[in-house]
């Protein structure tokens, strides 16, 4: 089948004087395969796929997509020349459901079909799918935006576990549980949690992950998350989505966690014969050999007060080719240490030898009214290093002001990548972007650091990216809003303490090489604890 995706804000057929309809090979035929009405409209029963309306397009508002011979049964379309969904993930009790696919791939529209949030016809549907949406079933959901909630929308229960105090204002984390209680709060005979980790700290990541699975234990569950660590954590089961992103999207068959994740990793499904990646991601496995000798960064100890936090960091440097990874709980100090290393703030005792530095904050403003293209640099090593592997080509005609929070994310980091530096300060990268976007970053950025020579320094909550990006860790402890102290350590040693504390355990997986978070309480979960070896990194 083929689809003819058309972005109705982007096409501007007065512009360009209706050249996808002068231009068609069926409309110079006398055939209607493209007409204009307020903006293009592609007929897909005519189209035969020669891509000159997409690749002349000025304004790159037209696509054309060929799926797959067998993709499974169209659940919903939005419309003529927009997205469509094929085939639904169906829960089942006592067992959770991951889904993991990229962003604009349809995670969404599937959680809002079971949801009812919106409506679809299941006559035509497989019986498996018309007899579960047929069920009449309670359901709770926790969508993607967070709403604004009262303590009178959760039970005392959640809010003991959770430990969520009464307040006038909530931080975007606490939003986040509040928005995980109320879902917990209500009985129901499905649970769906979309992104339910976005906004919070490691630590707070896995407690409410093992909260998660503590409440719904007997129940239907369907996860949505991009953390790999959590979604491994979490998952029983995994469906998978493919497709391409804004045109179509297909939900797998089911797989085990381990087949799944290896499946979307590997780039093929077996189930369904499908290619869905040209090359397979893996994971390099040098990030703990010995460090260069040539100091790019250094600081001496370094002490800030900040109201009533007080931060404390022992003196280091950051050498030549080296993945600093910054890892702590919220309001520990991380930030205010990345500013310093900034120039932003000034430490109140000790000195940040001075260097040529790009910083990517952790708080993203579009705050420019043109087109992404005006702001990226033009030449084509940016294009082809940078902006090729963050995906920026399809989004080079788009406002800055509208761009979705991943598609911001990776325009910051791709511009802060760009600029000629000694140490590239990067604050949450990970934040809003989907899992394939995650692990292209990690290969991205070791790659530049190693060809531009310097060095870089990553805060990040996504514990798959930080262990996997890191050669050493910076580690803070302490009390969250009083006090924070912070040394830099081997990865492993880092690891295994805050490992530890969190209570899990990470191994190799041996057909790609990525961290696996072992099942709490499995054999070698057990095993690794009992040796004290949270972390085995061959």
């Given amino acids: 089948m083929r689809f ?10 007065k512009k360009c004087d209706n050249l996808c309809l002068r231009l068609c090979p069926r409309n110079k035929l006398k055939e209607e395969c493209i007409k204009i009405e307020k903006h293009a409209m592609v007929d897909e029963s005519l189209c035969v796929g020669c891509g000159i309306c997409s690749n002349r397009c000025p304004f790159e ?4 997509v ?22 639904l993930p169906i829960p089942e009790s006592g067992r959770i459901t991951g889904i993991i696919g990229r962003n604009g791939i349809g995670k969404s529209t599937a959680m809002n079909i079971l949801f009812g949030n919106i409506k679809i016809d299941i006559e035509n549907l497989p019986t498996i799918m018309k007899l579960y949406l047929q069920k009449k079933r309670t359901i709770s959901f926790k969508p993607q935006v967070l709403e604004n909630l009262t303590f009178k929308d959760l039970s005392k229960e959640a809010i003991k576990k959770f430990g969520i105090k009464e307040k006038a204002h909530y931080s975007g984390g606490e939003l986040q549980k509040l928005n995980i209680a109320k879902c917990l709060s209500k009985e129901a005979d499905l649970y769906i949690l979309d992104e339910p980790t976005s906004y919070l700290d490691v630590f707070e990541r896995h407690r409410v992950a093992k909260i998660i699975r503590e409440f719904l234990k007997d129940k239907e569950v369907i996860i949505v998350e991009h953390d790999l660590a959590i979604l491994d954590y979490l998952s029983d089961h995994i469906n998978i989505l493919f497709g391409s992103p804004g045109a179509y999207g297909v939900v797998s068959s089911k797989y085990s966690t381990l087949r799944g994740i290896n499946s979307y990793l590997q780039g093929y499904l077996p189930v369904e014969n499908v290619q869905t990646r040209k090359l397979p991601i893996k994971f390099d496995t040098s990030a703990t050999e010995e460090l260069g000798e040539t100091k790019m960064v250094g600081f001496s100890s370094l002490e800030k007060k900040l109201g009533e936090f007080s931060l404390k960091v022992e003196a280091g440097e950051i050498r030549q080719g080296e993945i600093l990874g910054v890892l702590g709980p919220n309001a520990i100090g991380k930030t205010t240490l990345m500013e310093m290393i900034a120039g932003k703030i000034s430490p109140d005792k000790g000195e940040v030898e001075k260097s040529r530095i790009s910083y990517k904050p952790q708080y993203l403003f579009a705050d420019y009214d043109g087109n992404v293209e005006e702001i990226v640099p033009k030449d084509m ?16 005609k788009k406002k800055v002001k509208e761009l979705s929070g991943g ?9 802060c990548l760009s600029k000629e530096a000694d140490i590239y300060l990067l604050d949450e990268p990970s934040a809003f972007l989907d899992i394939e976007s995650r692990l292209r970053l990690v290969t991205l950025l070791r790659q530049l650091i190693k060809d531009k020579q310097a060095c870089a320094m990553v805060i990040d909550h996504d514990l ?4 996997q990006i890191s050669n050493r860790i910076l580690l803070f402890d302490g009390e969250p809003g009083k006090s924070g102290h912070a040394a830099i350590e081997p990865t492993a040693i880092a690891m295994n303490k805050f490992l530890k504390e969190l209570d899990i355990t990470f191994r190799r997986d041996p057909e790609n090489n990525r ?9 070698l979960d057990q095993e690794q604890k009992a040796k004290g070896k949270y972390l085995v990194f061959k």
């Fill in 4 to 13: 003819a995706i058309v972005e109705e804000k982007k096409c501007e057929p």
């Fill in 515 to 523: 961290f696996k978070v072992n099942k709490e309480g499995s054999q």
């Fill in 66 to 87: 060929n799926t797959p011979e067998k993709v499974g049964t169209m659940v919903y379309r939005y419309g003529e020349n927009k997205f469509a969904l094929y085939n």
């Fill in 464 to 467: 798959h990216l930080a262990v």
């Fill in 381 to 396: 090593e940016f294009k082809e290093r940078i902006g090729y592997p963050l995906h920026l080509d399809g989004l080079y």
């Fill in 61 to 64: 508002a037209i696509k054309i």
């Fill in 407 to 415: 598609e911001l994310q990776s325009l910051a980091i791709a511009l």
